[in-house]
T-cell receptor, first 112, second 118 residues
C-alpha cells in the first residue's frame, strides 16, 4: 500500500496562475480532506469529502475548488493563485468519521 | 465551539529529561476522539495515538505515555527519557463524532515545538 500520495512535492506559482494539487489514496477510505499549514497556525481544514460525488467546505475554503469523482482521488484546485495561498498543503484520508486520519507527505506551494 | 489549545509554543530540554506536552480541548459533543501527531523536521505528519471520549485509561507505549482527563478536558503527552530524535513539532487534535458532515474532521492545536539537545 502506498497510503496517501500527493503531487507535486514543491510548486512555485505566479499570482493569478491556476493549478491542481493531486491527492490519491489506495486504502479505499470514504473520507478525504485537504488541510493547509501556516506557521504558528496549526492545520486548518479547506475542503473535505465523505464519499465519491460529495464534497463540502471546511474552515478556509475561499480560493479553492474540489471534486471527488472516484473514491481514490481528491484533487484541490487553485483557481487564481494569490500570495496568501503560500502554504504547505496536506491531504488526508480516513475510513470513517472519527477514525484516524492518515496524511500524505504534503505539497509546499509558494505564490509570488 | 470546538477548540484545541496547546499553550506551550516551544519547549527545550536536554537529552534524558522527561517532558510533558499539554493539550486542552473544548467540545459540546459527548462522543469525540483525541489525537496526537508528530511532525519531524522532514515535514511529514506521523500519527501517534487516538483515544475516544469513553476511554479514560492512560496509555503507555515505550517512552511515550498519554494522560486523558475528561474532568479537566486535557489530553497530555509525556516523553520519558527524551532523545534527540524526539525533536519535532507535536500537534494535538480533536474530532467530533457527530453525524456526517464536518464532524469527522480534525481540529488542530497550533502545535508545540520540542527541541531535545544532546
Amino acid at each position: 500500500n502506498a497510503g496517501v500520495t500527493q503531487t507535486p512535492k514543491f510548486q512555485v506559482l505566479k499570482t493569478g496562475q491556476s493549478m491542481t494539487l493531486q491527492c490519491a489514496q489506495d486504502m479505499n477510505h470514504e473520507y478525504m480532506s485537504w488541510y493547509r499549514q501556516d506557521p504558528g497556525m496549526g492545520l486548518r481544514l479547506i475542503h473535505y469529502s465523505v464519499g465519491a460525488g460529495i464534497t463540502d467546505q471546511g474552515e478556509v475554503p475561499n480560493g479553492y475548488n474540489v471534486s471527488r469523482s472516484t473514491t481514490e482521488d481528491f484533487p484541490l484546485r487553485l483557481l487564481s493563485a494569490a500570495p496568501s495561498q503560500t502554504s504547505v498543503y496536506f491531504c488526508a484520508s480516513t475510513p470513517y468519521s472519527g477514525g484516524t486520519q492518515y496524511f500524505g507527505p504534503g505539497t509546499r506551494l509558494t505564490v509570488l | 465551539a470546538q477548540k484545541v489549545t496547546q499553550a506551550q509554543t516551544e519547549i527545550s530540554v536536554v537529552e534524558k529529561e522527561d517532558v510533558t506536552l499539554d493539550c486542552v480541548y473544548e467540545t459540546r459533543d459527548t462522543t469525540y476522539y483525541l489525537f496526537w501527531y508528530k511532525q519531524p523536521p522532514s515535514g511529514e505528519l506521523v500519527f501517534l495515538i487516538r483515544r475516544n471520549s469513553f476511554d479514560e485509561q492512560n496509555e503507555i507505549s515505550g517512552r511515550y505515555s498519554w494522560n486523558f482527563q475528561k474532568s479537566t478536558s486535557s489530553f497530555n503527552f509525556t516523553i520519558t527519557a527524551s532523545q534527540v530524535v524526539d525533536s519535532a513539532v507535536y500537534f494535538c487534535a480533536l474530532s467530533e463524532r457527530g453525524y456526517g458532515g464536518s464532524q469527522g474532521n480534525l481540529i488542530f492545536g497550533k502545535g508545540t515545538k520540542l527541541s531535545v539537545k544532546p
